[in-house]
């Protein structure tokens, strides 16, 4: 279990019902990748897809399969912390996760691997060294993630807020704003697709994770 700091006993009481749930996204996803490929992808292509001549339905894909095996590592190996802390500057900011070398890890993640201490190594390595050296990555969580839905589908709820940000740790996913786009909740799923940026956002990720609750 990571530390909880900050938070009332029914708080992290929560906290951690919503982490429970995170997990079983996590595992259930990761089933249905590798028992039934073709139902994983007709799901995928709700939330995330191809688009432009850069991009490639297998690439695409195999991305987000990298990007949940990462996810699913990091929780269950415990490799952040979660804190309560006042309600940030946005008052519609539920939660962040500090963004530790997001460029990099967002390249990285395209790439494959990354530059990390002078080495090249995939994200996950990079994130396990970046924690070996500074620490533990935090999960900032703010007052108005409990006025959220515990869980509810295409709509922005803890159990979503919560997979959103251990996309950013573990996986250097990023909150896509290049020409101005909200790029929270449905609407900004959609607008990421249309962009071809929907493998990246953390939003459409995090989105598509929440339906296997
Ligand atoms: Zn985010």
């Not at 697709?193 to 929440?210: C, H, V």
């Amino acid at each position: 279990m990571p530390n909880y700091i900050g938070f009332s006993a029914d708080q992290k009481l929560r906290m951690e019902t919503a982490a429970d749930w995170a997990k079983g996204c996590l595992d259930a996803a990761l089933s249905v990748v590798f028992e039934d490929n073709d139902l994983f992808r007709g799901r995928l292509g709700k939330y995330i897809t191809a688009l432009g001549s850069g991009q490639k339905w297998g690439d695409i894909s195999s991305l987000v399969m990298k990007t949940i095996c990462s996810m699913k590592i990091v929780i269950d190996s415990d490799l952040y912390k979660v804190q309560l802390e006042p309600q940030a500057n946005s008052p519609n900011t539920n939660a962040a996760m500090c963004s530790w070398k997001q460029d990099m890890t967002a390249q990285g993640r395209m790439l494959g691997t990354m530059q990390f201490d002078g080495k090249r190594m995939n994200v996950l390595e990079a994130q396990m060294g970046f924690v070996a050296k500074s620490g533990a990555s935090k999960l900032s969580v703010y007052p108005l993630f409990f006025k959220l839905p515990f869980y509810a589908l295409e709509t922005q709820c803890q159990v979503q807020s919560f997979l959103h940000e251990l996309s950013h740790c573990a996986a250097g996913t990023v909150d896509y704003t290049d020409g101005g786009i909200n790029p929270y909740g449905m609407t900004g799923v959609r607008a990421c697709m249309r962009r071809g940026k929907s493998a990246q956002n953390a939003e459409n990720i995090s989105m598509f994770l929440a339906t296997f609750a």
